[in-house]
């Protein structure tokens, strides 16, 4: 059976492919199809709040394809306009900016059914144009002669459709203008992401200059202020990075597969479907199940590992899930540590000397760890996007450059999905491989760090779900001090109602979520699970290793 996987939003959503004439890479969004069951409007609040400590005037821009092809921009009441037809010589576009929120203000506007994005700049309005059939010539920072080179902007992507909302925060052309963006679901729970770390932004830039070979990433305006720091594929294409900057590392992971399979699973819902690798004649051969032949890949450029494409390209086939794998697994410098991709560990993620360290320091300083750093960081759930089937509202808050930003109001401070409700009973909670969360020896002492062991269904394997808490042996299943790091530690501790004790559950991931640090309880160290493993906090990665079930 062909495992062909709906698109997602790769270097920007297919139906936006003609959308730029100058290419753009951009992220991933799944566009599903729609349903029937819910009546999404034709129109959903989008309320943009400017937090960012800056006089400057913001402009907004909602730009994209209301699934007809026409392309085009949405004015502030939700009202699509056409890109007018012109000649084979770019045009200055119609002017398509809505006035944005002053400091400390909201402004709410109208998103229509669409697939696009919507920009922000600080200052001055962005230059589009437009080329023969409406086609739109977009920003393109890496260029030295782009009218947009030297402005302060950044863009959200999203679609709105009769499935729902999809949205999310993007780092693939470049890090700048720090922002979150967020819905509200039908119940009035907020959900969000993007949101960086305290000085986040800073920390990274900072990260980066400090880094041998990844110094040179920032654009800066005439007067020396920072604009951005671009990513990896764009600084190869300016010169502002060694083009062979993972060479190394190719090398390795070619010179490990001439002697050994790499196995590839690449899609979550069929874990039975894997793909073998090996390098035969300088090329990495891939067969399926059955022996058969399915593709092959010449070893692939930094640009290409980058850019996720050109040498990684990926069809929307099982070609393409076995590129993004790879993809993924070169970016995250995975593939010399496990022989199956993709790696589900996030712990394991960039620790090899040669990785990109554009993703890795993005990472680090988002809140909740997601990121669309890279094309396909939503290879096993790194991207940092939110989506429901029955949107009322939707956000994008832009937040400080430097200090610490505020969660999108009413929402769970860039955690993403917070979860449900446990769902309310007493019994075991089953890790992936059907182990139980114990409390060793039964002993109830404050501190005492729980694990996972054959069951046995004894008192200490007994969990009471009520609420937000989960607690055994008349105690509570908690954050060693309130921990909203990755690797704190999960352990036996007396009620006390505070946040380290609350948890919610993610039905469709199987997650239990600590919504004060929006990170997921986990087995330390991650798969192969085995009797023993004591139990964590970490950023939320859907491996096995996060997996529960009552």
């Given at each position: 059976m062909?495992?062909?996987?709906?698109?997602?939003?790769?270097?920007?959503?297919?139906?936006?492919?003609?959308?730029?004439?100058?290419?753009?890479?951009?992220?991933?969004?799944?566009?599903?199809?729609?349903?029937?069951?819910?009546?999404?409007?034709?129109?959903?609040?989008?309320?943009?709040?400017?937090?960012?400590?800056?006089?400057?005037?913001?402009?907004?821009?909602?730009?994209?394809?209301?699934?007809?092809?026409q392309?085009?921009?949405?004015?502030?009441?939700?009202?699509?306009?056409?890109?007018?037809?012109?000649?084979?010589?770019?045009?200055?576009?119609?002017?398509?900016?809505?006035?944005?929120p002053?400091?400390?203000?909201?402004?709410?506007?109208?998103?229509?059914?669409?697939?696009?994005?919507?920009?922000?700049?600080?200052?001055?309005?962005?230059?589009?144009?437009?080329?023969?059939?409406?086609?739109?010539?977009?920003?393109?920072?890496?260029?030295?002669?782009?009218?947009?080179?030297?402005?302060?902007?950044?863009?959200?992507?999203?679609?709105?459709n009769?499935?729902?909302?999809?949205?999310?925060?993007?780092?693939?052309?470049?890090?700048?203008?720090?922002?979150?963006?967020?819905?509200?679901?039908?119940?009035?729970?907020?959900?969000?992401?993007?949101?960086?770390?305290?000085?986040?932004?800073?920390?990274?830039?900072?990260?980066?200059?400090?880094?041998?070979g990844?110094?040179?990433?920032?654009?800066?305006?005439?007067?020396?202020?920072?604009?951005?720091?671009?990513?990896?594929?764009?600084?190869?294409?300016?010169?502002?990075?060694?083009?062979?900057?993972?060479s190394?590392?190719?090398?390795?992971?070619?010179?490990?597969?001439?002697?050994?399979?790499?196995?590839?699973?690449?899609?979550?819902?069929?874990?039975?479907?894997?793909?073998?690798?090996?390098?035969?004649?300088?090329?990495?051969?891939f067969?399926?199940?059955?022996?058969?032949?399915?593709?092959?890949?010449?070893k692939?450029?930094?640009?290409?590992?980058?850019?996720?494409?050109?040498?990684?390209?990926?069809?929307?086939?099982?070609?393409?899930?076995?590129?993004?794998?790879?993809?993924?697994?070169?970016n995250?410098?995975?593939?010399?540590?496990?022989?199956?991709?993709?790696?589900?560990?996030?712990?394991?993620?960039?620790?090899?000397?040669?990785?990109?360290?554009?993703?890795?320091?993005?990472?680090?300083?988002?809140?909740?760890?997601?990121?669309?750093?890279?094309?396909?960081?939503?290879?096993?759930?790194?991207?940092?996007?939110?989506?429901?089937?029955?949107?009322?509202?939707?956000?994008?808050?832009?937040?400080?450059?430097?200090?610490?930003?505020?969660?999108?109001?009413?929402?769970?401070?860039?955690?993403?999905?917070?979860?449900?409700?446990?769902?309310?009973?007493?019994?075991?909670?089953?890790?992936?491989?059907?182990?139980?969360?114990?409390?060793?020896?039964?002993?109830?002492?404050?501190?005492?760090?729980?694990?996972?062991?054959?069951?046995?269904?004894?008192?200490?394997?007994?969990?009471?779900?009520?609420?937000?808490?989960?607690?055994?042996?008349?105690?509570?299943?908690d954050?060693?001090?309130?921990?909203?790091?990755?690797?704190?530690?999960?352990?036996?501790?007396?009620?006390?109602?505070?946040?380290?004790?609350?948890?919610?559950?993610?039905?469709?991931?199987?997650?239990?979520?600590?919504?004060?640090?929006?990170?997921?309880l986990?087995?330390?160290?991650?798969?192969?699970?085995?009797?023993?493993?004591?139990?964590e906090?970490?950023?939320?990665?859907?491996?096995?290793?996060?997996?529960?079930?009552?």
């Amino acid at each position: 059976m062909s495992r062909t996987r709906r698109p997602r939003l790769r270097r920007l959503l297919n139906v936006i492919a003609a959308f730029g004439v100058l290419a753009i890479t951009a992220t991933a969004l799944v566009v599903a199809q729609p349903s029937t069951a819910t009546a999404v409007p034709a129109t959903i609040p989008l309320t943009i709040t400017n937090d960012s400590g800056r006089g400057d005037q913001v402009f907004i821009y909602v730009l994209g394809d209301p699934g007809t092809g026409q392309l085009g921009w949405s004015d502030a009441a939700g009202t699509f306009h056409a890109w007018p037809t012109v000649g084979g010589t770019p045009v200055d576009a119609p002017d398509a900016s809505i006035a944005g929120p002053t400091d400390g203000q909201s402004k709410t506007i109208q998103l229509p059914k669409m697939s696009g994005r919507v920009y922000f700049s600080y200052g001055t309005k962005l230059s589009f144009k437009v080329v023969n059939d409406g086609r739109l010539v977009q920003p393109a920072v890496q260029n030295p002669s782009d009218p947009n080179r030297n402005k302060l902007f950044s863009w959200t992507e999203f679609t709105l459709n009769d499935a729902g909302l999809w949205i999310n925060s993007t780092q693939v052309d470049f890090l700048s203008a720090p922002y979150q963006t967020g819905l509200r679901k039908a119940d009035g729970s907020v959900i969000s992401t993007g949101m960086l770390k305290p000085d986040g932004y800073t920390n990274v830039v900072n990260a980066l200059a400090g880094t041998p070979g990844w110094s040179n990433l920032a654009q800066r305006a005439p007067d020396g202020s920072l604009l951005r720091v671009l990513s990896p594929g764009h600084a190869i294409g300016t010169g502002q990075l060694d083009a062979n900057v993972l060479s190394g590392y190719v090398d390795r992971v070619w010179a490990k597969y001439t002697n050994e399979n790499l196995t590839v699973a690449p899609y979550s819902y069929d874990p039975a479907a894997r793909f073998t690798g090996r390098v035969q004649n300088g090329v990495m051969r891939f067969t399926n199940a059955s022996g058969a032949y399915v593709t092959e890949f010449r070893k692939p450029s930094s640009d290409s590992i980058f850019g996720c494409y050109n040498d990684l390209a990926a069809p929307n086939n099982d070609i393409g899930a076995i590129a993004r794998t790879l993809c993924a697994g070169f970016n995250r410098s995975t593939l010399l540590t496990t022989t199956t991709q993709p790696g589900t560990s996030t712990s394991g993620f960039y620790q090899d000397s040669v990785t990109n360290y554009y993703a890795k320091y993005i990472h680090e300083q988002m809140a909740n760890g997601k990121a669309y750093a890279f094309a396909f960081d939503d290879v096993v759930a790194q991207e940092s996007l939110v989506h429901d089937g029955n949107p009322s509202a939707a956000y994008i808050q832009l937040d400080p450059f430097q200090g610490a930003a505020t969660p999108i109001a009413g929402g769970d401070g860039g955690g993403g999905d917070g979860g449900s409700p446990l769902p309310a009973g007493t019994g075991a909670v089953y890790a992936s491989n059907g182990m139980c969360v114990d409390i060793p020896w039964a002993d109830s002492v404050n501190g005492n760090p729980l694990q996972i062991v054959n069951c046995s269904g004894n008192g200490a394997q007994t969990w009471t779900r009520s609420g937000s808490t989960l607690s055994a042996l008349g105690r509570c299943m908690d954050v060693s001090g309130g921990s909203t790091a990755d690797g704190g530690v999960v352990q036996l501790w007396e009620c006390n109602g505070t946040g380290a004790q609350n948890w919610t559950y993610q039905s469709g991931n199987q997650a239990l979520v600590n919504p004060q640090s929006g990170k997921c309880l986990t087995a330390v160290g991650g798969a192969p699970l085995h009797d023993g493993q004591r139990l964590e906090i970490r950023t939320c990665s859907g491996g096995a290793e996060q997996r529960w079930t009552f």
